[in-house]
């Protein structure tokens, strides 16, 4: 089906920044949305911005302003650019995708698939 893979996360300082990349690869056809979330200890895994194929971006209230979604529709890549890190940013990010891809009969299918996660830790 459709596979993502997250990578870019790391340890920085707070006030610094990073850059997250998510490539999602298999028979797609097309992706509408390309999402990131994170996960803090002991807390629910929550949206941090979202994409659709036509660009329109959303983002959660705590990180706007500071962070970028963007998309790269020939490489099926989402990105997410994080300036200004603070601690409260610490968290496992997990890329998501959902859209169409086609068996080797040409039928179409839905996906909905989740990378395994890439952690970023932002040290006060």
């Known amino acids: 089906q459709v596979q993502l893979v997250e990578s870019g996360g790391g340890l920085v300082q707070a006030g610094g920044s990073l850059r997250l990349s998510c490539v999602a690869s298999g028979r797609i056809v097309i992706i509408n949305s390309m999402d990131w979330y994170r996960q803090a200890p002991g807390k629910q895994r929550e949206l941090v911005a979202s994409?659709?194929?036509?660009?329109?971006?959303n983002y959660a209230d705590s990180v706007k302003g500071r962070f970028t979604i963007s998309r790269d529709n020939a490489n099926n890549t989402v990105y997410l650019q994080m300036n200004s890190l603070k601690p409260e940013d610490t968290a496992v990010y997990y890329c998501r995708g959902d859209g169409h891809w086609s068996t080797y009969g040409g039928v179409w299918r839905t996906f909905g698939s989740w990378g395994q996660g890439t952690q970023v830790t932002v040290s006060s």
């Open positions: 994409t659709t194929s036509g660009d329109n971006a």
